[in-house]
């Protein structure tokens, strides 16, 4: 699914403490990772607007538009996410 990120420039899944818990090079890997990660972690970054730029950067233009228009919502975040990348 896409292209994957130049070496250096994966995203980076971090708790708000700034503890790192995983990283993604591709959309595929986003998706595994949102699938998983901790709440906290996804939610941090999802309310932050993190995603858009890194995917924006990827060509995934599409997708950032979609995210656009995402309701954020704590029990909900998960699903809404990805939804968007299995576009």
């Not at 790192?20 to 990660?37: C, M, P, Q, S, Y």
């Not at 309310?47 to 950067?57: E, Q, R, V, Y």
């Not at 233009?61 to 809404?80: C, E, G, M, Y």
């Amino acid at each position: 699914m896409g292209k994957d990120a130049p070496s250096g420039k994966e995203f980076v899944f971090k708790l708000p403490s700034g503890a790192v818990v995983g990283r993604a090079k591709n959309v595929g890997e986003l998706a595994a990772f949102i699938k998983n990660a901790p709440l906290e972690s996804v939610l941090f970054h999802a309310k932050g607007g993190h995603f858009a730029p890194w995917l924006n950067m990827l060509g995934e233009h599409r997708l950032v538009a979609a995210l656009k228009s995402l309701q954020i919502n704590d029990k909900t975040v998960r699903i809404a996410l990805l939804r968007v990348l299995k576009r």
